[in-house]
């Protein structure tokens, strides 16, 4: 079974508006990544939090991670029609294990 | 440029026709890795590479095959494909202990 599972499996918001995606996981991590993906393409590394770490941020990407509750969210603030794709969370149970959920996908309305 | 290359891209082949995708990264990577992607289950590992001549099962080897014979290349073998086989299939690879994957452009098999 996923080590993580993305939650809403699909989203369609306004240009401009926040996007937020969340992850829940099931075991212990070492990190937690969140991947885009744009229609069928290969998928491009955002931004990777570790266990120890709660908050993070990237440009217009912010990651929180809670590992008492095994989740982490990603919100995307301000999105554009070019943030139209699938986001996928990916934990890290060890090096080199990356375990990846079904992914959410976005859709930025114009 | 930076990058895994896959080829070929786009592939229909019929039952139990031996097939190959190539896989080659240009950054040194010693960690390579093969995952297949189907509608609704994310990415699910095949097969993945720590180094030259080392290589471990993933989560759904079953009718595949793989050989890491040069740091460069990590080709995936399919012996007799099935059409359960029919799916999108992604080549990875890292630095060790990044664990951040760069990603090759995706291999979309069809098996009839």
């Known amino acids: 079974s996923q080590q993580g599972e993305e939650d809403p499996q699909a989203l369609s918001i306004q240009e401009g508006e926040n996007a937020t995606m969340n992850c829940s996981y099931k075991?212990?991590?070492?990190?937690l990544q969140w991947y885009r993906q744009n229609s069928g393409r290969g998928l491009v590394h955002l931004i990777l939090?570790?266990?120890?770490?709660r908050e993070k941020h990237s440009g217009r990407l912010r990651v929180t991670l809670d590992t008492s509750k095994k989740s982490s969210s990603l919100l995307i603030t301000a999105s554009r029609a070019a943030d139209t794709a699938s986001y996928f969370c990916?934990?890290?149970?060890?090096?080199?294990?990356?375990?990846f959920g079904a992914g959410t996908t976005v859709t930025v309305r114009a | 440029e930076a990058q895994v290359t896959q080829n070929p891209r786009y592939l229909i082949t019929v039952t139990g026709k031996k097939l190959t995708v190539t896989c080659s990264q240009n950054m040194n990577h010693e960690y390579m890795s093969w995952y297949r992607q189907d509608p609704g289950l994310g990415l699910r590992q095949i097969y993945y590479?720590?180094?030259?001549?080392?290589?471990d099962k993933g989560d759904v080897p079953e009718g595949y095959k793989v050989s890491r014979k040069e740091k460069r290349n990590f080709p995936l073998i399919l012996e007799s494909p099935s059409p359960n086989q029919t799916s999108l299939y992604f080549c990875?690879?890292?630095?060790?202990?990044?664990?951040?994957?760069?990603f090759g452009a995706g291999s979309r098999l069809t098996v009839l």
């Open positions: 990916a934990t890290a149970l060890f090096d080199y294990k990356l375990s």
């Open positions: 990875a690879s890292s630095l060790p202990g990044a664990n951040v994957l760069t």
């Open positions: 939090i570790r266990s120890n770490e």
């Open positions: 590479s720590m180094n030259v001549e080392v290589t």
């Open positions: 075991t212990s991590i070492n990190n």
